[in-house]
């Protein structure tokens, strides 16, 4: 990659910050403006895509834009990152998602941390993780295999879609499942629910990243 790795670290960090930001941001501003739990989520939904089109295509050429451990993850697996480079991604992402919670609390005048209460937990919610995380990881492997320049729209619209589809609005992302567990808003999770998701979203992530290295190579590359 043509950026050294202190820039694509910072790269990792700043756009799980802005991501995590969007999401606590627009739903503490949706919580504010309206009751109506339906139009609050569309709210949170919007933002969210929208700053995901923007993230992936300002910060995609430095870093890879993933933002998220279960794309590193993947991005392990299929030798495109080495271990070390992989854990310093997951690790600035975690703390990137956890600075983007606070700098959303403070631009609200809110405790800039406070541990979740909102529960999330049960059978399919877990389910709806391993789909929507499951579902983000085959967009990505498909994007950059067949139409890479539109990835920042592919994934912010599924992201999008995925909010409403979900039983558990598609986190799908495990830095933001810890990041949402600092904010007692509409957006949060629980402490005590973020394990489960995060194992979720990461049993989603291997089973998409399996079955994209078979599917989305052709013949002759299998051969080889």
């Not at 498909?142 to 409403?164: D, E, H, K, M, Q």
């Not at 589809?165 to 629910?193: C, E, K, M």
């Amino acid at each position: 990659m043509p950026f050294d790795l202190p820039r694509r670290l910072a790269a990792e960090a700043l756009g799980t910050g802005l991501l995590v930001m969007a999401v606590v941001g627009s739903g503490i501003m949706a919580e504010r403006l309206t009751d109506d739990v339906a139009v609050a989520l569309l709210g949170n939904t919007l933002a969210t895509g929208a700053m995901l089109v923007v993230l992936i295509s300002m910060l995609g050429p430095i870093s890879g834009a993933q933002f998220n451990p279960a794309v590193t993850l993947a991005a392990l697996l299929g030798r495109q990152l080495g271990a070390a480079t992989a854990l310093a991604y997951v690790v600035v992402q975690i703390l990137g998602g956890a600075a983007g919670a606070m700098a959303a609390h403070a631009m609200f005048a809110e405790q800039l941390l406070a541990w979740s209460t909102n529960a999330r937990t049960g059978g399919g919610q877990w389910l709806a993780e391993g789909v929507a995380t499951f579902g983000l990881l085959l967009t990505i492997a498909a994007g950059l295999r067949f139409a890479a320049s539109a990835l920042p729209w592919l994934v912010g619209l599924y992201i999008t879609a995925a909010y409403w589809f979900t039983a558990s609005t598609s986190f799908a992302n495990p830095a933001v499942t810890l990041a949402r567990t600092l904010t007692d808003s509409f957006s949060g999770i629980r402490p005590v629910d973020a394990p489960a998701f995060i194992a979720a979203q990461l049993a989603g992530a291997l089973l998409a990243t399996v079955l994209a290295g078979w599917l989305f190579r052709p013949d002759q590359e299998l051969r080889t």
